[in-house]
């Protein structure tokens, strides 16, 4: 089977378990750095526009590649910066084969300013309630502590300025220093 009509199927898929999430207005095939890609303009219905808190279209782009790179990426924020206001500028789904591809797209969309949500292919689009039910875990799975390498600003040591530079100038003079911690969440109403 060759890449376009693999693409085109995925996107087929997207579009029968996006009924009743999603109306797509348009959609097309876009080659990129020598990459297929199938990609679909989503207008979101009143609940998952208050579900996600978005007001415009969504990019949904379907990828076949077995192992993601970052062109994706790049790719998506091209396409975004194309429609010139049109689509949430901080927001796509992808629907891709990678089975590491998740953490991969999530994390690569964060370092540029976008939020991915990311799907595997097979069950998460096998029905409308699957696909709801992947999209939720996606959007509400996010740890907000959950930061990829060192903490460098203020806002992640959330009230510990001063330990933090005290600490800095201690492992600056070659002290050895160690800090432990206790994640807590708190709900608010």
Known sequence: MNIEHETNNLLNDFTKSANGLFEISSRYIKIFEQGTYGCAIAKPSKRIKNSLAIDREVLVVVTTFKDQQQRTIKFLLQEIHEYLGRLETTLVVVLHKDRDGNSKLKNWGRDSGLSVLP????????????????????????????VTGPVSDDANFFGRRDEAIDLARKLQKGQIRSCLGILLSCIQN
């Open 119 to 146: 799907l595997l292919e097979g069950e998460s689009i096998e029905s409308t309630a699957a696909l709801e039910k992947s999209l939720c875990i996606e959007l509400y799975s996010h740890d907000p502590f959950d």
